[in-house]
């Protein structure tokens, strides 16, 4: 941003003047101390506006309550979406998590509405479980009223009429998602756990009576690491997969370098991989 200088801006002859009888005298230190300020804030609210502009566009913050400048949509609306898919973010574990791990939960909700709403066909996104803590958290991110996205304060199981729709997403699974099934909804705990309560989502599942499946990770991939997905890893899987890419390229992309994902026919002659966990 460039600032502006008083000598640019008033010439000599229509400086204002601080003396009633001499309309030359110069403006005074204190004067020039004022005008200057007054220009520079001038010019860095062009800046602002440009910044909040932005974030309004992007979901960060929401329009004014009585503006009526409708702000452009990107990509498609899950209405217009020809995508059959849905995806539930089950919110129901913050008695689980610190106030640290909870935030880290929903900047990660974030990145996947980021995601969806760029996609040429959205998935049908709905967040259950949104209550008292889980809310109060993420109304420090006001632009979340305007998402493309259904929340319900309701469990999953009381949002929905029927349950047999619904597929829970968990690593401890024994069956293995193969293929994306339309009118499906597949459900991705919201939980950061850092492993402290492995496997409460899956036996979640099974005591409600929700079918679950695992991400065909070790069926295409090999990793140097421990496979702990976020939650948008997760989301960003099924979403390019339902975009028409192979389970193999999108693990290979989604999963970052320091995994060391590597395809399975790469190393399937190599004996000494470590074993990994599936997921």
Request: charged letters at 30%; one cysteine or more; a positive charge.
């Amino acid at each position: 941003m460039s600032n502006l200088n008083v000598e640019e801006i008033i010439p000599s002859g229509a400086r204002p003047t601080n003396s009633c009888t001499d309309p030359n005298a110069p403006l005074s230190k204190r004067a020039r101390k004022r005008l200057q300020k007054r220009l520079n804030y001038l010019e860095s609210r062009k800046e602002r506006k440009k910044i909040r502009k932005e974030k309004i566009k992007s979901g960060e913050l929401r329009p004014p309550k009585n503006s009526r400048k409708l702000v452009k949509k990107t990509g498609t609306q899950v209405k217009d979406s020809k995508c059959k898919i849905g995806i539930i973010l089950d919110m129901s574990w913050e008695h689980l998590m610190n106030q640290k791990d909870l935030g880290k939960s929903l900047k990660q909700i974030m990145r996947v509405y980021c995601i969806n709403r760029r996609l040429p066909n959205p998935l049908k996104l709905h967040v259950t479980s949104f209550t008292s803590i889980v809310k109060k958290e993420m109304d420090k991110n006001e632009g979340y009223l305007n998402w493309d996205c259904e929340f319900h304060e309701a469990h999953f199981m009381k949002a929905f009429e029927s349950t047999k729709d619904l597929i829970y997403l968990s690593s401890e699974s024994e069956t293995v998602l193969e293929t994306l099934q339309d009118n499906k909804f597949y459900i991705i705990g919201g939980l950061v756990d850092h492993n402290l309560h492995k496997g409460v989502c899956h036996e979640k599942a099974i005591e409600l009576g929700i079918p679950t499946a695992r991400l065909p990770i070790s069926e295409y991939i090999k990793l140097k690491t421990r496979k702990v997905l976020t939650i948008d890893q997760v989301y960003n899987i099924i979403a390019l997969v339902s975009e028409g890419k192979s389970w193999k390229d999108t693990l290979l992309e989604v999963l970052p370098e320091r995994k060391g994902a590597v395809s399975m026919v790469n190393e399937e002659n190599n004996s000494n991989d470590e074993n990994v966990l599936c997921t």
